[in-house]
Structure formats: structure tokens, C-alpha cells
């Protein structure tokens, strides 16, 4: 590391306020920040801790409804962007700072091919005609070793996979060399075998073109490896700074500490029952959408009362469709799900209540899986109602009564709206919603993915109360095997829709596996900053991501 | 593009059955109509003898199921039957009063669609500005107000008091392309002001709905100026809610101009339709009813089609 020790990005006394409520409000409140030429700087916080506030802060940017306030100053590279015009800072986007966003899927317009995104700005500053910027395209596409770089850039977004946009959004960003880029959450969007391609591709192209770098993330394990420092953030505060070694080693601050604690949680295992019957058991389930591909090809899995399966696997694995005809919203093409020994209904529509009720599920995303204009009050009592018909006092009592299972007190959540909750306190809410069909099996789709790790934990703290008070069992879909660690007694790996490997969790955390499972295992970040260098080492760096999932389920 | 077609081709076939449905009800609403049409025909002293015989002629003794095949298998091949007041073919009864309102149309849709896209693009980008809020209040007026209202006052200014246009769009044989253009700029113009201000506002707000999007933030961070990111960025994902509105415009530059045809003495067939209303010439109603649901039909086919031709999704599968 032989880094010129010149100031890049001087940021003193950030402050940034939004526009809610009808009043302005400091989202970030006086934050400084140094960054040297070919250095990489880790922000990482939860959100609201406004991370991605202070990067797009760093190219002059305000986001709609957000302003920068008076006393703050940005100097890039001498030049005060604060009082810049909108033109002058608009002549170093692109340019000499550059931007890469957390879903390439959503940032790409999709209108347009590739590689006309990627010469826009270079077109635009006139760096270079048209046929040289394409030529430089493909040349940054080989060097980020996408596929086919030669034609991969006429492609339009929706013809490529989700880490290889990431990747050409990389390059995008490279296009004119700037001087900084920002990656906000570049890896965030991704399944972990794909995320380590990302990853090796971005550490690559700023190692060659000593470029310096804002890397914005939550996940502590993929900053170990990318940056050189690493500031921590907290509601719009700086709560420590230090090189990414000393940040491991020694936090100092209480709010690090915690941060690096997360995923303590781990339920004892349990074992299946010597002789009994499954409480629900698949048995090689044929699936597929109208006439389309097979999307789950002969899946078998047994789910015993009061256990936890986790189902993990890539997205588009079939994990998530095999929930929905477990739940009868899409009936299989061949097979049977078993309910304590006996045939489920296919079609959900065809199913008495009774069966209805033994299975609910819980949604990813609260925020969309709760309705905003009903009250939490109803949105519990419905399934209360339509279940069990309870009626006036009786049905207000079981409302209560689950409000106190999920730690909410009634009296104070009973009248309220979901979007006066927080993310936590409304995906509890889908759990209660789930508890009060009084069902003996749950699917948790995802339940945590969308939140913060220490309320995360949370949750899955709750969902393993219940399930010793209410001998619950629960099919636990997820793609983060930290997850998976910490509340499972049985996993289940798929791939391409089919079932790969599946055993008791304490034996699929030891070797030997499939190789998918050593995949997807060692593909998990770890927080040694040499993880990353050293697994390249090992694996080779043409034995990434897709490549390697598409080598194995050749096999 | 072999599914494109099917597309097209399943949107062709269901605008077909809605055609037919529509025939029906066409037809058998006229026939609700109280009153005998050949003692409307042929007047208070007709004896029965001669209601008879002329309701034999028309065909008026035979069931309605069987006048309606009758009437269907030649409105296929453009035959809607005879006027019943003037005996001529309502073919040429109407033919040359469609294509008048159609050159109305055409002349009014050439104006009307690239101002309003245009202005749609500019108050977009200056969004929440003087002149957005201008813009708006102005075609808002415009959309408000009657036809006849807004055909007056284009008369007292454009025509009584400045004399720059004729105030009667009467048309004469022979009369050379740019005489008609300026004959029928009035009428036109007070189309253009009905109908811009819808498809003004549905661009703007397509366009404004997409400001949001993350791939514009990333035009944005890219240092594209915000003209280019409208025109570049979000109008190319903006098309499909504007042609739809952009059709649904164009088919009522065809079916509601009587109001302006009639300001305006302009001989299209919205006039025909009245006339033949209040005369009871039940084949020339038939006809335009039909002429108009077609219109609708193929305007809101256009439009799927063109919706379907501005998803990169669908023009180029993976």
C-alpha cells in the first residue's frame, strides 16, 4: 500500500435536514470527514443512520425534500461544492466523482442498452467519440470479468443478471476515471455467491486505478474487507473512526460493540421425535407458474411439530414457491404436502377452515404486507374473527391477549395505525396477525432481511418464545445463513428447484457437504479482512458467483 | 416479435367481439325507440294500406333477429341500407361527412399532441414554477369551459373583431388545401383547447411519477442536465400512460364534435347524426354509432399497441 497521502474530500461540519411533518429536521447532524486520493472509507451504520444522506452529500447532492445546511462545507479536490452552482458541481458528476447505487436492477433505465448508459457521460464531457468510449466499455466489462464483454453492453438491463449489472454499473461509474466513487450498498441487493463476485470486481478496478472510495454498507464483515478505515454512524452522528484493523480489534464505543456482538442468539437444537409423523411433509412436489419452466422439480422435505427448517438457497431457487404450495396459492403439478399423515387441498380455495388456519405465514416486507388504513386492532382480530368467530368482548380480549405475546402493550398499540410503528414493531404485528389463526405451522418468508441487525435479533428471539410456549413448528425461508445459525434445528439447501442437501443444522455447519452448501457456506463474509483475499486465493478468480453455481449444477 | 403479434393479434380478435356486442345493442336500442317508423315516414294521413305496403318494403314485417343478421352481413361490407327520408344509400349519406370530420380531426390531432407533449415536458421540468402553475390554470380554463363557449369566443375574436379567420367553416368544391386549412382553423382550434390540457397534464404527471425512480437519481449523479434527463431518462418509460390518453383524445376529436360542427356549420357527421336523430332516419343512427365504436375500438388498439411497442420488456426478450 503506497497511497499518496493528498486530501481528496474534506467534509467539515455536514449537516443535512429534511423536509417532515411540515418542519425541517437535521438528518445529519455535523459529521466530518477526510478522505486522501486512492483511499477507501467504510460508512457503516443501521439505517436512518444516514449513511447514503452523507455519500450523495459528498458529490454536493441533495436528495428531494432534503437540503444542505448553511454552515456545512464539502471540498473536493479544493473546489467548495456548497457554494458551487448547480452547473459547476453538476460538471464533476460523472466526471470526477461517480455513484453506484444499491440496485443496479432499479438504476439502469430500462429503456436504454448498457453501454449507452455507460458512454452518456463520457459522450456528454466529450472525453472521448463514441467508439472509443464503447471500445473503453468493453475493456472495463473484461476487466470486471462479466461475460461476453464484448456484447454483453447491447444487452438491455433486463437481459442480464442481477450481479452482472452490478458489475457493469461499476464500470459505468468508472467510465470517465474519476477521482472518488460511491458505493452505496453496492452488494446489499444480491445473494451471497454473487455478492463475492461484486465484491472481488470493485476492490480490483480501485486497486488499479487507485481511485478513492466511499463504501457504504451495513454489513460489517463486507466493509472488513473493502475498506481502509471505517467510520461509524448513528442517527446522523459519528460515533467512532479508525483504521479497519484497529475497528475490529479494539471498538471503543459501546454502540460498536454492540454492533459486532449481534447474532449471539442460538437456539439449542432439537431433535426430531424417535417414531412420530411429520407435521407437514412434502413429498416430491412437481411445481411450476401456468405452463412456464418447473420452477420446484421433486422436492421433498418433512417439517416435524415444534422445529424449526431452515430452507435456504439463491433467489430463484424455488424456496419461496415451494411456500406457496405448502399454503395452496399455487396448487403442484405432482406430489402431495402431507398434514399430519393426510393430503393438504391443492388449491387454498378449495380448503376448509380448518386447514386454512394450520398454516400462516409471515411476510418479508411489513411495510407492504400490513394494510396502512386499517387498525392494528382490526388488522389482528380479522383472522380472530374469521377463524375462531369470536365476537365484541371476547374477540377485544384475544387481540390483547396476542398483543401481550408479541410484547406490545395493547392499551397503547390497540387504536394505532401501522405506519405510526416501527419496522420491528410492525413486522411483530405480522407475527400476531399469523398467532391469531391459531395455527401449528408457520412460514416466515424472509423475516428478517429487511431489518436492522439488532432488531432483527429481536424477532427471531420472539419467534423462538412462541414456538416453546405455543409448540409451534416454522419453515424459516432465508438466504442469510447467520440466520439460519441462530433459530434452526434442521436446513434444507436448494438450487435450481431442486433439493440438494438437508440434514440436522449441527451436521450441515460441518464438512462434509454438497458442494453447493460449501458454496453458499463459504461464500458468507466473515470479519477477518483477509477473508476475501484468502478465499480468492483458494478458489481461483474465474470460480465466482454464477460461474461457480452454473459448474456445480452442471455436475 | 412473434409475440408482439400474438398480442396484437388477441387484442384484434377481442376488439372484434366487442364490435359485435356493440352492433347488437346498437341495433336493438333503435329498435326500442317508441313510435312506428313508417307513420313517422309517411306522415298523420297515411292510410293503412300504405303503412302496410311500406312497411313490407322495408322489411319492418319480418322478426328483429332476422333484420338484424340482414343488417350486419352488409354493414360488413360498408352497406348500412337507405336513408329513410331521402332514399339515398346512407353511404353516401355519411361517407363524405366522415371524412370531413376526420380531416377535422387530423388537423386538430397534428396541433393538439405535439403542444401538449411538449408543454407536458416543460412543466414537468420546471415543475412547481410560475410557469407550470400559468400553464396549468391555463389549460384547465380551456378544458372547463363548453366547446360552444370556447367556439364563440375564438368567433368574436378571430373572426368579428380581427377578421383573420372565417367564422362559418362552410366547405366549397375545388376550393385549394390551404383555403380549407384556413376555413376550418377555428373549429380546430377550439378542439386543440378541449383536448390538450388532458394530454398536457397526463405527460407531466407520467413524467413526474418517474422523477423518483432510481435510475433517474443516477441520470442525475451523472452529471446529465435536467433537460436531457426528462427527454433521455424518464419520457422513453413514460409512454404507454400517454398514448393511452393521447387515444382516448383522438377518439373524441372524432365522436364529439357535434357541439363544434354545429358552431361552426362545419358539414361532418356529427350534424348527420343529429339531423338523422330528430328525422328518425334510424339507418344513418345505426351507421354513425357503429362508425364510432370502430373509432374507439381501433383508437384504444393503437394504443395498446403502442404501449405494448415502448416496453423494452417486451420488445426484446431476454
Known amino acids: 500500500m503506497n497511497k499518496k497521502k493528498e486530501v481528496l474530500l474534506e467534509i467539515k461540519n455536514l449537516r443535512i435536514e429534511g423536509y417532515s411533518d411540515e418542519k425541517w429536521v437535521d438528518i445529519i447532524k455535523g459529521v466530518d470527514l477526510t478522505l486522501h486520493r486512492g483511499e477507501v472509507m467504510g460508512l457503516i451504520g443501521e439505517s436512518g443512520a444516514g449513511k447514503s444522506t452523507i455519500g450523495a452529500g459528498a458529490m454536493g447532492y441533495a436528495r428531494d425534500g432534503t437540503r444542505i445546511s448553511e454552515g456545512s462545507s464539502i471540498e473536493f479536490d479544493g473546489m467548495e461544492l456548497t457554494t458551487a452552482t448547480e452547473s459547476e458541481k453538476r460538471a464533476l458528476r460523472g466526471a470526477r466523482i461517480a455513484y453506484v447505487a444499491q440496485s443496479a436492477a432499479a438504476s439502469f433505465n430500462p429503456a436504454h442498452k448498457i453501454i449507452d448508459q455507460h458512454t452518456e457521460a463520457p459522450l456528454q464531457y466529450r472525453l472521448q467519440k463514441r467508439m472509443e468510449a464503447q471500445e473503453d466499455a468493453m475493456d472495463l466489462y473484461e476487466r470486471l470479468r462479466l461475460p461476453h464483454p464484448q456484447e454483453i453492453g447491447f444487452r438491455y438491463p433486463h437481459q442480464v443478471s442481477g450481479g452482472q449489472l452490478q458489475r457493469a454499473m461499476t464500470a459505468m461509474a468508472m467510465s470517465c476515471r474519476p477521482d472518488l466513487i460511491i458505493f452505496d450498498e453496492p452488494t446489499t441487493a444480491l445473494d451471497v455467491t454473487t455478492q463475492i463476485e461484486v465484491l472481488a470486481a470493485i476492490r480490483d478496478i480501485v486497486d488499479q486505478f487507485n481511485t478513492a472510495a466511499l463504501y457504504i454498507t451495513h454489513d460489517l464483515a463486507v466493509v472488513a474487507q473493502m475498506a481502509d478505515t471505517i467510520k461509524v454512524l448513528l442517527k446522523g452522528e459519528e460515533v467512532e473512526e479508525a483504521s479497519t484493523e484497529e475497528m475490529l480489534k479494539n471498538p471503543r464505543e459501546d454502540y460498536t460493540k454492540s454492533l459486532w456482538a449481534v447474532r449471539s442468539f442460538e437456539s439449542p437444537q432439537r431433535q426430531r421425535p424417535k417414531d412420530g409423523v411429520p407435521l407437514i411433509s412434502l413429498q416430491n412436489i412437481d411445481a411450476s407458474y401456468s405452463s412456464g419452466p418447473k420452477i420446484l422439480d421433486d422436492v421433498s422435505f418433512d417439517v416435524y411439530e415444534g422445529m424449526t427448517v431452515s430452507v435456504v438457497g439463491e433467489s430463484g431457487s424455488g424456496k419461496s414457491t415451494a411456500a406457496r404450495v405448502i399454503t395452496g396459492l399455487l396448487p403442484p403439478s405432482k406430489g402431495e404436502v402431507l398434514f399430519k399423515g393426510t393430503p393438504f387441498t391443492h388449491d387454498y380455495r378449495d380448503r376448509p377452515k380448518d386447514e386454512l388456519r394450520q398454516c400462516q405465514m409471515i411476510y418479508q416486507s411489513a411495510d407492504t404486507s400490513l394494510n396502512p388504513k386499517v387498525k392494528i386492532s382490526e388488522i389482528i382480530g380479522r383472522p380472530a374473527q374469521f377463524y375462531s368467530g369470536l365476537k365484541g368482548a371476547d374477540l377485544k380480549a384475544r387481540v390483547d391477549e396476542l398483543l401481550d405475546l408479541i410484547e406490545l402493550e395493547p392499551s397503547q398499540y390497540y387504536n394505532r395505525y401501522p405506519s405510526e410503528l416501527s419496522g420491528g414493531q410492525k413486522q411483530r404485528i405480522g407475527i400476531a396477525r399469523a398467532l391469531a389463526a391459531e395455527p401449528t405451522f408457520i412460514i416466515c418468508d424472509e423475516v428478517t432481511s429487511a431489518l436492522d441487525q439488532l432488531v432483527a435479533e429481536g424477532i427471531l428471539r420472539l419467534l423462538d418464545r412462541l414456538q416453546n410456549e405455543l409448540n409451534l413448528a416454522y419453515m424459516f425461508i432465508t438466504h442469510d445463513l447467520a440466520t439460519v445459525r441462530s433459530i434452526s434445528d434442521e436446513v434444507v439447501v436448494m438450487q435450481q428447484g431442486k433439493v440438494v442437501e438437508q440434514g440436522a443444522k449441527d451436521d450441515m455447519f460441518k464438512p462434509p457437504h454438497h458442494p453447493y452448501t460449501d458454496l453458499l457456506l463459504s461464500s458468507v463474509p466473515e470479519m477477518d479482512p483477509n477473508w476475501l483475499t484468502t478465499l480468492l486465493e483458494e478458489r481461483g478468480v474465474e470460480n465466482l458467483g454464477d460461474a461457480a453455481a452454473a459448474k456445480i449444477a452442471e455436475k | ?318
Not at chain 2, 163 to 189: C, D, K, Q, V, Y
Open chain 2, 1 to 318: 416479435m412473434g409475440d408482439i403479434l400474438k398480442l396484437v393479434g388477441q387484442r384484434l380478435g377481442l376488439g372484434l367481439v366487442i364490435l359485435l356486442v356493440i352492433s347488437i345493442i346498437i341495433f336493438f336500442m333503435v329498435e326500442l325507440l317508441p313510435g312506428d317508423i313508417a307513420q313517422a315516414v309517411l306522415g298523420q294521413g297515411a292510410t293503412e294500406e300504405n303503412l302496410a305496403a311500406l312497411r313490407k318494403e322495408m322489411g319492418l314485417d319480418k322478426p328483429a333477429f332476422v333484420r338484424y343478421f340482414g343488417w350486419l352481413g352488409n354493414a360488413i361490407f360498408l352497406d348500412f341500407g337507405n336513408s329513410v327520408v331521402t332514399g339515398e344509400k346512407v353511404s353516401t349519406v355519411i361517407g363524405a361527412r366522415f371524412a370531413n370530420t376526420l380531416f377535422l380531426a387530423c388537423y386538430a390531432a397534428v396541433i393538439a399532441v405535439p403542444v401538449a407533449i411538449v408543454l407536458g415536458i416543460l412543466v414537468a421540468l420546471l415543475r412547481n414554477s410560475i410557469f407550470d402553475r400559468v400553464a396549468n390554470v391555463l389549460t384547465l380554463t380551456s378544458i372547463s369551459s363548453p366547446e360552444f363557449f370556447l367556439g364563440y369566443i375564438l368567433i368574436l375574436y378571430f373572426a368579428v373583431k380581427w377578421g383573420m379567420f372565417p367564422a362559418i367553416a362552410s366547405l366549397s368544391e375545388g376550393m385549394s388545401f390551404g383555403e380549407l386549412l384556413n376555413r376550418t382553423f377555428l373549429p380546430a382550434l377550439t378542439l386543440v383547447l378541449v383536448v390538450v390540457a388532458h394530454m398536457m397534464r397526463m405527460t407531466r404527471a407520467a413524467i413526474i411519477n418517474l422523477l423518483a425512480s432510481p435510475y433517474i437519481e443516477m441520470a442525475r449523479l451523472k452529471g446529465v442536465p435536467p433537460l436531457k434527463v426528462i427527454v433521455r431518462h424518464a419520457l422513453p418509460n413514460a409512454w404507454a400512460p400517454i398514448i393511452n390518453v393521447v387515444a382516448l383524445n383522438l377518439a373524441y376529436l372524432i365522436t364529439g364534435v357535434v357541439l363544434v360542427e354545429v358552431v361552426f356549420v362545419y358539414p361532418g357527421i356529427g350534424q348527420a347524426l343529429v339531423d338523422a336523430v330528430s328525422k328518425r332516419d334510424f339507418p344513418v343512427v345505426q351507421a354513425c354509432c357503429l362508425i364510432f365504436a370502430a373509432t374507439f375500438i381501433l383508437l384504444n388498439l393503437a394504443a395498446d399497441v403502442g404501449a405494448i411497442l415502448t416496453n423494452p420488456r417486451l420488445r426484446h426478450p431476454k
